[in-house]
């Protein structure tokens, strides 16, 4: 087996590879679309999407205020920017809703400007994109699969640094404590941009917590994955600094709709706690079952989804089109900087699901 293999997985390798297209997961219309499918047919594991689907209160509140589609919505969100502000209990001048994470990625670096940034890879790829966009000069800082996937020293000589936690693609999740002592060392001149989009499930507390000890953190959350709430696009940002934000963007970020189904969403403890059991469940079942494979190495994960390597390239080209005569996805990840080895994401769903796809894992 090539050098992958030598110690168990070569994971985060250093300096950085750069993809030469922004590839996503959750491509489960376009796949579809070019086989003649109902999308209903396609197992989409590449999009970490919570399977137990939206939150009953969420469709109910939709499936009821359908006629909102003629009328315009606030020009702020102000009520998701409540149901958000007591959900995690901080002050709604802090919060930003925007039309999803990706979104307010954008208009964030447009609006700070940075000149310089600390890229912490992996990381999910729309960042690089986005910070050239800015125009911002990028320095990337690898995890390191021998380092325990410890958080890295930062140089003072950076404007932005950006992390994502849980880690996006290998799920690694650094405790909020962690975190703080982290931040602690970090110059208070540059900004520390925390993406969340995952914290959800690991039943963790968020890093908002910290935004009035940290005036330079910033805190970004999703509601596509946790809530399942992808096709309607809600995402939120939480800072000291929001309120210079506001001043400087658009209208009518959040539509009608999206607002009523994530407050709904975040009212739901239920549906929330149904979310959480199923997850860790099928996590620690996976988790044990992945360890008897041999041709695939997978690596533990506090979020919704696992990442692996297989041993070859050739192998992980067999499993992905075998997958796809299945109407399968998983997510490929070569290409995504800071990862070196042929690997993939997964996402977990319930328990049938998850039979059918590591029957394939198992076969290869």
Known sequence: MPALWSFGVLLFAGGHMASTSITHGGRALAFARERRLDYREVLDFSANINPLGPSPHALAALGESLDLITVYPDEFPVRLA????????????HI????????????????IHPRSATL????????????????????IVSLNAHDHFRLPAISANTDVVILTNPNNPSGAYAPPEEMAGWIARIPSST???????FVEFTAQPSLVRYIDRFPNL????????????????IGYLAGYGVPLLVEHREPWQVNSLAELAGVASLE????????????????IWLWKKLQHLTQIRAFPTS???????????ELLDRLIGTLAEQKILIRD???????????????????RENVRLLRFLEGI
């Not at 809703?97 to 609006?111: E, Q, V």
């Not at 900004?191 to 989009?197: K, L, N, Q």
């Not at 739901?268 to 996590?283: G, H, V």
Request: hydrophobic share 45%.
């Open 218 to 233: 910033w805190v970004l959350r999703s509601m596509t994955k946790f809530y399942a709430l992808a096709g309607l696009r």
């Open 120 to 139: 912490i890879v992996p990381t999910f790829v729309e960042y690089r994109r986005a910070l050239e966009s800015a125009g911002a000069g990028i320095e």
């Open 82 to 93: 409540h149901a958000i502000s007591d959900r995690l209990h901080i002050a709604e001048k």
């Open 96 to 111: 930003l809703p925007g039309n999803g994470a990706t979104d307010l990625i954008y208009f964030w670096l447009r609006t």
């Open 333 to 351: 990840c070569r290409g995504i900087e800071g990862l070196a080895g042929p690997c993939f994401r997964f996402a977990i769903k319930a328990r």
């Open 191 to 197: 900004h520390v941009f925390v993406d969340e989009a």
């Open 268 to 283: 739901d403890r239920a549906y929330e706690e149904s979310t959480l059991r199923l997850i860790q469940r099928e996590r």
């Open 303 to 313: 979020a919704n989804f696992f990442l692996a390597c297989c041993a070859s390239d």
